[in-house]
């Protein structure tokens, strides 16, 4: 019987020249009894299992073709069950990463990446916790993940606006160093309580408007960093 397999997210990148401009990998945490084969786009591939007793696995990639070379490649997150990953750390910061796409990822709830640009969120519904760090992107659309309930967007250097609106179970968000930002949106019926603003200037409404959304919630503005759930540090995986 053949297997289907289903594309849960790819990713468009380019090689770059530096030491490790060529050198990429993931740590994943998968649904027990579920594999995911990360198609890394030169014709090779890894598996990504997962690992009783073990919060993530890896896989890691050198592409050896592209040493010293701006080159693209096309990764792609492949699987017979799309509710396999539910959680994912990238590793493609020495690579210049040209678009993100989550096509089909129901179950991932947890995600960290650094240096998004050009991503599309409509496959990853039930994210509950996002750490965009240094996005390129100018604005974010987060309206397709209504149970969002943490949010990290840290040195986002490109953000100039936030809207929160669809996002009304978010309670904590962190803005700090996102030197551009000025307007931040959120509901009535927002569950905001503690915001990290640590060096942005948001505009005097947007810090008005957070300030009593989250005093009503029994919450803070600080300018203590959030912490993230998950360390980069996998266990097991392969490199090809």
Not at 6 to 16: A, P, V
Not at 190 to 218: C, F, M, P
Request: charged residues 25%; contains cysteine; negative net charge.
């Amino acid at each position: 019987m053949t297997m289907q397999f289903k594309r849960l997210l790819h990713i468009s990148i380019n090689t770059l020249e530096w030491t490790e401009g060529n050198h990429v990998w993931f740590d994943a945490a998968l649904k027990p009894g579920t594999s995911i084969e990360v198609h890394w786009g030169d014709g090779t591939h890894s598996t990504l299992r997962h690992q009783p007793g073990y919060a993530m696995s890896r896989v890691a990639h050198y592409y050896k073709d592209a040493e010293k070379k701006e080159l693209p490649y096309q990764i792609e997150f492949l699987s017979e069950d799309c509710e396999s990953l539910t959680a994912l750390i990238d590793g493609t910061w020495e690579t210049n990463v040209n678009r993100v796409v989550f096509e089909d990822c129901p179950s991932l709830t947890y995600l960290q990446y650094v240096q998004l640009q050009n991503v599309d969120f409509a496959g990853c519904p039930n994210l509950e916790t996002l750490e965009a760090t240094e996005c390129y992107d100018d604005n974010l659309d987060l309206s397709t993940m209504p149970r969002l309930r943490k949010l990290i967007i840290r040195s986002s250097k490109n953000l100039t606006s936030l809207n929160l609106t669809k996002n009304v179970d978010l309670e904590e968000l962190d803005i700090s160093l996102c030197d551009m930002l000025r307007k931040i949106a959120v509901s009535n019926s927002s569950k905001l309580r503690i915001v990290v603003n640590d060096y942005a200037d948001l505009d005097a409404h947007t810090q008005k408007w957070l300030q009593a959304t989250v005093t009503r919630n029994g919450g803070r503005i600080q300018q203590e960093w959030l912490d993230t759930g998950f360390a980069s540090v996998g266990c097991f995986g392969e490199e090809s």
